[in-house]
């Protein structure tokens, strides 16, 4: 008997070799007829890949009864199959974003799995096998925390119904040991059950994965992110695929994790925008949680103290079409209490004010009394643009349609799109004139005239003030983030400066004030969510404020501002994120924008602007032009908008064209139908002459930004 055996590989984008590729196998004694799932070996051109079993049937597809089928070459040994469930999530996910399932099947799964060899492979998992026998004795949970009340109703209202759950909790509120607990109640409850973590970025909050680890121990747990060797993350995901780590704590690639028996799926700061992934299938891990929790009847808790509107949304009241569980955890732990905000109006201070006054003072204050600050500034590097006065020349990158940012600390030049790096000039390149200047600030000048500004104030101790900045610049180096964190933690540091880095999670136990310097750029975005994460970051930024209880009620937020009656920084004052979320709500409803209708962005990389435009406004044409000849596209696409075509707001990058086409709908079968549609036709536009230079497009499916 020959099995014909359809099989996801990975193949090139944009190949027309879209979908599954088909093998013959035949069984015999020493080989045994393959199942769906099962990891092989399969031979393409003259490589020979990784692949997925999808499905078998008994009969040769038509038209490939001859010999150009090829046999698969082998099965990896000793790998139980991958689950159903993992198949379709691949499949659904595949579909929904628009990517081919062999891409996304092989994404999911660690790189390392491509490369080895059967011994090798043979040798990882006997290695595993006996790690566990040695250390699945002295395993036992440590106990939780005492809960207070509003933790102990949101578990009881965890258990007792289907969900998902929203967690919406102030920061600081408790909502992690919630996590942990209900994780532990599930263990627990069976011998078997495994749990997911997902949070947005590990190595930004090393302390949770320390808590997990000293609540299940360290055999019960693994990791999953981009930050892991190869061979780490094939352990893991050994660990995981076999059933033998009981939790997975992860970021978004986690949401891939081959986990037989997932019962709970735990997705902490659901609205941080990196759940997104930025390349490839560009999945939105928190979406994808939901749709796998109801597909393998898993419980999923999001958990936020600022919840995307989406998540808002799906959690209003089941009577009114709320599909969530909202659950409320509004207190501190402890009777803390959320800091006290201030706006000062920057329209009152003397021009070019970086810190005002009463600000400097609060800083000066705080630090003689051996508390700590946190400034914010979302901006790295010394200054965004140098400029020459006398002709107008500013370090614009040569490559991209941006400005160059001057980096004082190597006096350098570099660009944060294309990397392309120059040591500064001695004059301006355009005229001569020596005397170029920075514009504008970035963290590295704010740490610099803070220094000179806090030059005469002492600590508790008789000490100077020790400043620290945190930033992408000053954690290039591995190790770094952590050894400066500890700095934090253990009150060396009294001044943190730092971007959006420093905003998110960590339970600083002795800052007492916060301040965002410049957070008006973020309200006049041409991005229709740039209000929403501005909020969120505010919110987030004054949470590491009176983490302490003892401390929180002088625990105090600044925010420097154009513009302080903006409907953010109000609603930032009264901590009223409800208020903020119903008003946005119904801004988005009258503009007609996500979550009331949902969006696809189809982009076009090109050797120059008019023909990523023109291949882009070409496929729409061709697409309508399609639909004269078929009523059925016809009524598809009376429900969906194709807009013209226009540059992105970053149109150059690395001497690549960008442009974009927005489609949208009020339905999203209807929006997913027309996707489908459209992608032939794509195909069909890139061999028009008219587009030679053309170098490749893609398919955004609830893009982040617009
Ligand atoms: P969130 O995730 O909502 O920001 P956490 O779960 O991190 O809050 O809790 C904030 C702080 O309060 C942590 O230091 C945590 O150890 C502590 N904490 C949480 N729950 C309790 C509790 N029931 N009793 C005492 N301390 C608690
Ligand atoms: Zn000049
Ligand atoms: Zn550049």
Not at 69 to 97: C, M
Not at 187 to 198: F, G, I, N, S, V
Not at 288 to 314: C, D, F, M, N, Q
Request: a neutral charge.
């Amino acid at each position: 008997m020959i099995q014909w055996i359809d099989i996801a590989v990975q193949t090139p984008a944009h190949s027309q070799i879209g979908g599954l590729l088909t093998y013959r196998h035949v069984p015999t004694a020493e080989n045994s007829a393959l199942c769906e799932g099962a990891l092989v070996r399969v031979p393409l051109g003259s490589r020979d890949l990784l692949g997925v079993v999808w499905a078998i049937r008994d009969d040769a597809p038509e038209g490939l009864k001859d010999g150009s089928v090829r046999d698969v070459a082998g099965v990896l040994e000793g790998l139980p199959p991958l689950s159903a469930t993992w198949r379709q999530l691949v499949q659904f996910a595949a579909h929904y974003y628009q990517r081919s399932v062999g891409e996304v099947a092989m994404a999911a799964l660690p790189p390392q799995l491509r490369d080895l060899d059967a011994a090798q492979l043979a040798r990882r998992l006997k290695k595993q096998a006996g790690k566990t026998d040695a250390e699945t004795d002295a395993t036992g949970h440590a106990p939780g925390l005492p809960l207070s009340a509003q933790q102990t109703q949101a578990l009881a209202d965890i258990a007792a119904q289907a969900g998902p759950f929203l967690i919406y909790g102030a920061t600081g509120s408790g909502k992690t040991e919630v996590y942990l607990q209900a994780v532990q109640r599930r263990l627990e409850a069976d011998p078997k059950a495994q749990a997911l973590l997902m949070v947005p970025e590990i190595n930004l909050t090393p302390q949770l994965e320390e808590r997990v680890v000293a609540r299940f121990g360290a055999a019960q747990v693994v990791s999953m992110h981009s930050g892991m060797t190869p061979a780490q993350r094939l352990q893991s995901w050994l660990a995981a695929h076999s059933g033998r780590a009981r939790i997975v704590l992860g970021t978004r690639m986690a949401v891939f994790a081959s986990m037989p028996h997932l019962q709970l799926i735990v997705v902490d700061e659901e609205h941080d925008p990196s759940y997104k992934q930025q390349e490839g299938a560009r999945y939105s891990a928190r979406d994808l949680a939901i749709y796998r929790g109801r597909l393998e009847g898993a419980k999923v808790i999001l958990g936020s103290a600022t919840p995307s509107l989406e998540s808002w949304h799906h959690s209003r009241p089941a009577a009114e079409g709320g599909r969530y569980q909202r659950l409320l955890m509004p207190e501190r732990v402890g009777a803390g209490q959320l800091p006290f905000v201030r706006r000062v109006d920057m329209n009152n201070q003397p021009r070019k004010t970086v810190l005002s006054a009463p600000l400097l003072a609060a800083i000066q204050a705080r630090v003689q009394r051996g508390e700590q600050c946190m400034l914010l500034l979302n901006r790295r590097g010394y200054a965004p643009v140098l400029h020459c006065a006398d002709c107008g020349w500013k370090s614009e990158c040569s490559h991209c349609s941006a400005f160059r940012v001057f980096h004082k600390l190597d006096r350098t030049l570099r660009c944060h799109h294309c990397g392309f790096t120059e040591r500064v000039p001695r004059a301006c390149p355009a005229c001569g004139n020596a005397d170029i200047a920075p514009l504008g600030r970035g963290t590295e000048q704010l740490e610099e005239h803070l220094a000179e500004l806090l030059a005469s104030v002492r600590r508790p101790d008789g000490e100077p003030v020790h400043i620290l900045r945190i930033d992408a610049d000053s954690t290039k180096h591995k190790g770094a983030l952590e050894s400066q964190l500890a700095q934090v933690h253990s009150g060396e540091v009294d001044v943190l400066v730092g971007t959006q880095m420093i905003a998110k999670g960590h339970d600083f136990r002795r800052i007492t004030l916060v301040a965002a310097i410049n957070p008006d750029n973020a309200l006049f975005s041409s991005d229709f969510r740039a209000p929403e994460r501005l909020f969120a970051l505010l919110m987030q930024a004054g949470g590491r404020a009176g983490r302490d209880a003892s401390q929180s009620a002088q625990s105090e937020m600044w925010v420097q501002t154009f513009h302080p009656q903006h409907d953010v920084f109000a609603a930032l004052k009264t901590h009223d994120y409800p208020a903020f979320a119903a008003n946005q709500l119904m801004e988005r409803e009258q503009a007609g924008l996500p979550p009331w209708r949902f969006q696809a962005l189809l982009r076009a990389d090109a050797r120059s602007q008019e023909v990523a435009q023109t291949f882009l406004n070409a496929a729409s044409h061709a697409l309508q032009a399609q639909a004269a000849q078929d009523p059925a596209l016809d009524a598809l696409l009376a429900q969906v908008s194709l807009y013209p075509a226009v540059p992105m707001s970053i149109q150059r990058v690395a001497n690549v064209e960008r442009g974009q086409m927005l489609i949208e709908s009020p339905s999203r079968m209807a929006l997913q139908k027309v996707l489908a549609e459209l992608q032939p036709v794509l195909h069909g536009q890139r061999a028009v002459p008219a587009h030679k230079g053309l170098i490749r497009w893609l398919v955004d499916v609830d893009p982040l930004a617009i």
